[in-house]
């Protein structure tokens, strides 16, 4: 299934998802990646840090932004060329996370697109960033 083309996009517009992080979630993206800092599985070690708690994973949340992109906005055939991120609060199990993504800019000529992108929890920003993606255009007619 194609996801939207260069020519279908426009400032402003965007797109989300919502998670909410289960354990079970958190227990496999340390499998996966191999990411098994003790903050996030290890909840004696947790309960001595700044958190208090498992936290999970900051890519974790990142990972949601990766999903709406490569769904949603704007969708399958897009490519990931780069995406800054800022960690501003942590996650915790149970919470939900809502990523959004939102086009700020569109270079026709590169067909990319660069959007601002956003995981909140109760309305409070996690993670904050911009990404850029590479977009197909419309198949000539």
């Known amino acids: 299934m194609p996801g939207l083309f260069l020519e279908d996009l426009s400032v402003g517009q965007s797109a989300e998802l919502a998670r909410v992080v289960a354990e ?8 996966v990646t191999g990411d ?17 708690e498992r936290v999970a994973h900051g890519m974790l949340s990142a990972g949601y932004i990766s999903a709406v992109l490569g769904t949603s906005l704007p969708g399958p055939g897009a490519v990931y060329l780069s995406q800054s991120l800022a960690f501003k609060r942590p996650v915790r199990i149970g919470d939900a996370v809502t990523a959004r993504a939102t086009i700020t800019a569109i270079d026709a000529a590169k067909a990319q697109v ?3 992108t956003t995981c909140r929890v109760r309305g409070k920003a996690v993670v904050d960033g911009e990404a850029v993606v590479l977009v197909p ?5």
């Open 114 to 116: 660069t959007l601002a």
């Open 36 to 52: 098994t800092n003790p903050v996030h599985l290890d909840p004696d070690y947790a309960a001595t840090t700044s958190f208090g």
């Open 137 to 141: 255009r419309k198949p000539a007619a």
């Open 24 to 31: 079970a979630d958190i227990v496999a993206f340390a499998q």
